[in-house]
């Protein structure tokens, strides 16, 4: 009996790629298959041969993935600026107990 299926795949390559291969399988056994994404990753679907519906059409998929990443690197900056900060703080401290000298 041939079915109708809806697929919903999240926006992230390791929730909606497994799906992608589902749905690509219940085609090939005959059943109409769409699928149901945003953004780039419904084009990824597409990409795949199967009919594609696009939940949130423009949508920034890397905007979150981007915003990660500043926030990574300003607490990477901040972890190094605290440790060159805390080294200059204990070798002024040997550099006062010792007259200057280490």
């Known amino acids: 009996m041939r079915k109708r299926i809806l697929f919903i795949g999240p926006p992230l390559y390791g929730l909606l790629y497994p799906l992608i291969s589902l749905a690509q399988a219940f085609r090939v056994i005959g059943h109409d298959v769409v699928i149901s994404s945003a953004g780039k990753f419904a084009n990824k ?3 795949a041969g199967l009919v594609v519906f696009d939940a949130v059409p423009g949508l920034d998929s890397e905007a979150g993935y981007r915003h ?11 972890v190094i600026s605290l440790f060159l900060a805390m080294k200059w703080q204990i070798t002024s401290s040997i550099l006062q107990e010792n007259g200057g000298q280490i």
Do not use: D, F, T, Y
Request: glycine content about 0%.
């Open 45 to 47: 679907a597409a990409e």
């Open 68 to 78: 990660q990443e500043e926030l990574r690197k300003k607490v990477i900056l901040l």
